[in-house]
Protein backbone atom coordinates (compact mmCIF):
# COMPACT_ATOMS: atom_id res chain seq x y z
CA UNK A 1 0.00 0.00 0.00
CA UNK A 2 3.14 2.02 0.10
CA UNK A 3 3.20 5.10 -2.70
CA UNK A 4 5.61 4.80 -4.67
CA UNK A 5 7.58 8.19 -5.64
CA UNK A 6 9.88 8.83 -8.16
CA UNK A 7 12.67 9.98 -8.79
CA UNK A 8 14.32 9.25 -5.85
CA UNK A 9 16.62 12.00 -6.36
CA UNK A 10 17.37 14.87 -8.58
CA UNK A 11 19.65 17.40 -8.49
CA UNK A 12 18.16 21.06 -9.74
CA UNK A 13 20.50 24.42 -10.20
CA UNK A 14 18.76 27.61 -8.93
CA UNK A 15 15.94 28.83 -11.37
CA UNK A 16 15.07 25.21 -12.81
CA UNK A 17 12.33 23.09 -12.38
CA UNK A 18 11.59 19.55 -11.47
CA UNK A 19 8.09 17.66 -11.13
CA UNK A 20 8.18 14.70 -8.34
CA UNK A 21 5.45 11.31 -9.09
CA UNK A 22 3.50 9.84 -6.55
CA UNK A 23 1.75 6.51 -7.81
CA UNK A 24 -1.15 4.22 -6.09
CA UNK A 25 -1.85 1.00 -6.62
CA UNK A 26 -4.89 1.11 -4.55
CA UNK A 27 -7.90 4.27 -4.89
CA UNK A 28 -6.91 6.95 -2.93
CA UNK A 29 -9.25 9.93 -0.87
CA UNK A 30 -6.32 12.27 -0.62
CA UNK A 31 -2.92 12.74 -0.97
CA UNK A 32 -0.23 15.01 1.23
CA UNK A 33 3.04 16.41 0.24
CA UNK A 34 5.25 17.41 2.91
CA UNK A 35 9.15 18.57 3.02
CA UNK A 36 12.14 17.55 5.35
CA UNK A 37 14.96 19.81 5.62
CA UNK A 38 18.21 17.93 6.83
CA UNK A 39 18.11 17.44 10.57
CA UNK A 40 14.34 18.82 11.02
CA UNK A 41 10.90 18.15 10.86
CA UNK A 42 8.93 17.37 7.90
CA UNK A 43 6.73 20.23 7.09
CA UNK A 44 3.17 20.34 5.29
CA UNK A 45 2.71 21.58 1.76
CA UNK A 46 -0.96 20.77 0.72
CA UNK A 47 -3.40 18.22 0.79
CA UNK A 48 -5.11 16.89 -2.43
CA UNK A 49 -8.64 15.56 -2.12
CA UNK A 50 -9.74 12.99 -4.83
CA UNK A 51 -11.31 15.23 -7.95
CA UNK A 52 -7.93 16.30 -9.89
CA UNK A 53 -7.86 19.71 -8.27
CA UNK A 54 -4.63 21.44 -8.14
CA UNK A 55 -3.30 23.41 -5.20
CA UNK A 56 -0.19 26.14 -5.25
CA UNK A 57 2.03 27.05 -2.44
CA UNK A 58 4.50 29.68 -3.26
CA UNK A 59 5.79 28.32 -6.74
CA UNK A 60 5.38 24.59 -5.73
CA UNK A 61 2.04 23.40 -6.70
CA UNK A 62 0.51 20.06 -7.33
CA UNK A 63 -2.11 17.97 -8.89
CA UNK A 64 -4.14 14.52 -8.46
CA UNK A 65 -5.30 12.23 -11.21
CA UNK A 66 -8.25 10.13 -9.56
CA UNK A 67 -8.31 7.90 -12.76
CA UNK A 68 -4.85 6.98 -12.84
CA UNK A 69 -4.18 7.42 -8.48
CA UNK A 70 -1.33 9.53 -9.32
CA UNK A 71 0.02 12.95 -7.70
CA UNK A 72 2.67 14.89 -9.17
CA UNK A 73 4.25 17.52 -7.24
CA UNK A 74 5.60 20.69 -9.67
CA UNK A 75 8.76 22.96 -8.52
CA UNK A 76 8.93 26.05 -10.78
CA UNK A 77 12.01 28.54 -10.60
CA UNK A 78 13.56 26.40 -7.86
CA UNK A 79 15.61 28.41 -5.07
CA UNK A 80 17.71 27.12 -2.92
CA UNK A 81 15.12 26.74 0.24
CA UNK A 82 13.75 23.87 -1.63
CA UNK A 83 16.07 21.13 -1.00
CA UNK A 84 15.20 18.43 1.33
CA UNK A 85 13.29 15.35 0.56
CA UNK A 86 9.64 15.30 0.09
CA UNK A 87 7.34 13.05 0.64
CA UNK A 88 3.80 11.95 -0.74
CA UNK A 89 1.35 10.27 1.69
CA UNK A 90 -1.75 8.24 0.64
CA UNK A 91 -5.03 8.51 2.58
CA UNK A 92 -7.15 5.93 1.43
CA UNK A 93 -10.21 6.19 3.64
CA UNK A 94 -11.31 8.52 6.32
CA UNK A 95 -10.44 7.76 9.77
CA UNK A 96 -7.90 5.68 8.09
CA UNK A 97 -4.05 6.23 8.06
CA UNK A 98 -1.09 8.02 5.99
CA UNK A 99 1.16 6.00 4.33
CA UNK A 100 4.09 8.02 3.22
CA UNK A 101 5.88 6.86 -0.11
CA UNK A 102 10.32 6.31 0.20
CA UNK A 103 10.89 9.84 -0.45
CA UNK A 104 12.44 12.20 -3.14
CA UNK A 105 15.72 13.91 -2.40
CA UNK A 106 15.60 17.23 -3.93
CA UNK A 107 19.59 19.00 -4.56
CA UNK A 108 19.16 22.44 -5.34
CA UNK A 109 22.61 24.12 -6.77
CA UNK A 110 23.50 28.01 -6.94
CA UNK B 1 0.86 28.42 19.87
CA UNK B 2 3.46 26.42 21.20
CA UNK B 3 4.61 23.43 18.37
CA UNK B 4 4.75 20.30 19.30
CA UNK B 5 7.40 18.79 21.45
CA UNK B 6 8.81 15.63 22.35
CA UNK B 7 10.97 13.86 25.27
CA UNK B 8 13.53 13.26 25.59
CA UNK B 9 15.31 14.47 22.03
CA UNK B 10 17.95 11.55 22.86
CA UNK B 11 18.17 8.08 23.93
CA UNK B 12 20.79 5.88 24.18
CA UNK B 13 19.58 2.49 25.75
CA UNK B 14 20.49 -1.48 25.54
CA UNK B 15 19.14 -4.07 24.07
CA UNK B 16 16.84 -5.42 26.09
CA UNK B 17 15.57 -2.46 27.84
CA UNK B 18 12.48 -0.74 27.42
CA UNK B 19 11.63 3.00 26.63
CA UNK B 20 9.49 5.50 27.17
CA UNK B 21 8.95 8.87 24.69
CA UNK B 22 6.78 11.24 25.23
CA UNK B 23 5.00 13.63 23.01
CA UNK B 24 2.66 16.95 23.83
CA UNK B 25 0.67 18.09 20.92
CA UNK B 26 -0.41 21.39 19.62
CA UNK B 27 -3.38 23.01 22.20
CA UNK B 28 -6.55 21.78 20.66
CA UNK B 29 -4.92 18.81 18.69
CA UNK B 30 -7.05 15.89 19.77
CA UNK B 31 -5.38 13.25 17.01
CA UNK B 32 -1.72 12.22 18.05
CA UNK B 33 0.21 10.30 15.29
CA UNK B 34 3.34 7.92 15.81
CA UNK B 35 6.07 7.31 12.98
CA UNK B 36 9.61 5.59 12.98
CA UNK B 37 12.04 7.00 10.10
CA UNK B 38 15.08 5.61 9.48
CA UNK B 39 16.98 5.44 6.18
CA UNK B 40 16.43 2.74 4.47
CA UNK B 41 12.12 2.13 5.41
CA UNK B 42 11.53 5.92 5.42
CA UNK B 43 8.18 7.20 7.49
CA UNK B 44 6.87 4.43 9.24
CA UNK B 45 3.56 4.99 10.81
CA UNK B 46 2.98 3.24 13.97
CA UNK B 47 -0.19 4.27 15.54
CA UNK B 48 -2.80 7.34 16.01
CA UNK B 49 -4.80 8.20 18.59
CA UNK B 50 -7.80 10.66 19.35
CA UNK B 51 -9.25 11.36 22.75
CA UNK B 52 -7.90 8.54 24.26
CA UNK B 53 -8.69 5.56 21.57
CA UNK B 54 -6.40 4.31 19.87
CA UNK B 55 -7.50 4.45 15.86
CA UNK B 56 -4.80 2.99 13.38
CA UNK B 57 -2.41 0.82 14.03
CA UNK B 58 0.82 0.16 11.17
CA UNK B 59 2.78 -3.12 11.15
CA UNK B 60 4.68 -3.24 13.97
CA UNK B 61 5.39 -6.37 16.93
CA UNK B 62 3.54 -5.93 19.71
CA UNK B 63 6.39 -4.56 21.52
CA UNK B 64 5.39 -1.05 20.60
CA UNK B 65 2.41 0.58 22.26
CA UNK B 66 1.49 3.73 23.14
CA UNK B 67 -1.37 5.15 25.30
CA UNK B 68 -3.09 9.04 25.19
CA UNK B 69 -3.97 11.10 28.22
CA UNK B 70 -6.92 13.32 28.80
CA UNK B 71 -4.99 15.94 27.91
CA UNK B 72 -4.17 14.55 24.24
CA UNK B 73 -0.33 14.11 25.64
CA UNK B 74 0.92 10.38 24.57
CA UNK B 75 3.64 8.43 24.99
CA UNK B 76 4.61 5.92 23.31
CA UNK B 77 6.39 2.52 24.98
CA UNK B 78 9.29 -0.04 23.29
CA UNK B 79 9.99 -2.94 25.23
CA UNK B 80 12.87 -5.31 24.73
CA UNK B 81 14.70 -3.37 22.66
CA UNK B 82 15.94 -4.58 19.37
CA UNK B 83 19.31 -3.05 17.49
CA UNK B 84 16.99 -2.69 14.81
CA UNK B 85 14.26 0.01 16.72
CA UNK B 86 17.15 2.46 16.34
CA UNK B 87 15.52 5.35 14.79
CA UNK B 88 14.37 8.68 14.97
CA UNK B 89 10.70 8.92 16.79
CA UNK B 90 8.20 11.57 15.08
CA UNK B 91 4.88 12.64 16.38
CA UNK B 92 2.39 14.15 14.68
CA UNK B 93 -0.41 16.03 15.71
CA UNK B 94 -3.72 17.49 13.95
CA UNK B 95 -6.83 18.17 14.90
CA UNK B 96 -8.86 15.57 13.82
CA UNK B 97 -6.63 12.73 12.60
CA UNK B 98 -3.94 12.51 9.97
CA UNK B 99 -6.19 13.16 7.14
CA UNK B 100 -6.35 16.85 7.46
CA UNK B 101 -2.18 19.35 8.32
CA UNK B 102 -0.08 17.72 11.06
CA UNK B 103 2.05 19.15 12.91
CA UNK B 104 4.96 17.41 13.39
CA UNK B 105 7.41 17.54 16.66
CA UNK B 106 11.43 17.35 16.55
CA UNK B 107 11.30 13.76 16.88
CA UNK B 108 13.59 11.87 19.06
CA UNK B 109 16.44 10.17 18.04
CA UNK B 110 16.66 6.36 19.74
CA UNK B 111 20.06 4.40 19.32
CA UNK B 112 20.18 1.07 21.06
CA UNK B 113 23.75 -0.55 21.26
Known amino acids: QQPVQSPQAVILREGEDAVINCSSS?????VHWYRQKHGEAPVFLMILLKGGEQKGHDKISASFNEKKQQSSLYLTASQLSYSGTYFC???????????FGQGTELSVKP | KAGVTQTPRYLIKTRGQQVTLSCSPI?????VSWYQQTPGQGLQFLFE???????NKGNFPGRFSGRQFSNSRSEMNVSTLELGDSALYLC????????????FGPGTRLTVT
Open chain 2, 49 to 55: YFSETQR
Open chain 1, 89 to 99: GSFYNQGGKLI
Open chain 1, 26 to 30: KALYS
Open chain 2, 92 to 103: ASSLAGPGREQY
Open chain 2, 27 to 31: SGHRS
